[in-house]
């Protein structure tokens, strides 16, 4: 498995594709109806254009799962807090991918000056919850049925993890 940056034209086909799978089947996103690669493809050149990382995790040319960092809140206060979020191809987890992308990621992000992340989880997800807290994240909020998808509702929590330093 090789991880590197983002190449939005030769990537956003399969990045939409596994995107677009959690659109249709999870809670994981809100987003009820499936995107275009357009869509994903001005979303992804926004996050870089804004010097975030976006990687992607690929095994024999083939796009595994990616993960990505962008500002937190538009409020200048939050200048040194990230989110973070991480899709991983519907077959292929539990196998580490996510671990070593997530990993990666926070390495590129303790170059900046980014002192805190964000992950937002959906709820519940005992899964993704399990993956954040090992990664050293904590919980700090909860907001119940906050989302309505998949004939339920739907609530988020928000895991942090300050000093971001790489774990490896």
Do not use: C
């Not at 939409?16 to 999870?26: K, L, R």
């Not at 960092?69 to 292929?92: G, H, M, N, Q, W």
């Not at 997530?102 to 989880?121: G, M, R």
């Not at 899964?127 to 909020?141: N, P």
Request: aromatic residues 14%; without cysteine.
């Amino acid at each position: 498995m090789h991880i590197r940056p983002v190449n939005v034209q030769s990537d956003v086909q399969k990045i939409t594709e596994i995107y677009n799978y959690y659109v249709e089947n999870s809670p994981q996103t809100f987003e009820t109806e499936p995107i275009s690669t357009n869509e994903m493809a001005r979303r992804i050149d926004e996050i870089i254009s804004e010097n975030y990382p976006f990687l992607v995790a690929e095994d024999k040319e083939e796009i595994l799962a990616y993960a990505y960092s962008k500002r937190f809140l538009l409020d200048r206060a939050f200048e040194y807090t990230a989110s973070v979020a991480i899709y991983v191809k519907a077959d292929k987890t539990h196998k580490g991918i996510g671990t070593a992308l997530y990993l990666q990621l926070f390495d590129e992000l303790a170059k900046t000056d980014f002192h805190t992340l964000i992950a937002a989880i959906s709820l519940p997800n005992e899964t993704a919850v399990r993956f954040h807290e090992k990664l050293g994240f904590k919980k700090v909020a909860h907001f119940y049925e906050v989302g309505y998808k998949l004939g339920r509702w739907i609530d988020v929590g928000y895991w942090q993890k300050m000093n971001i330093i790489s774990d490896e």
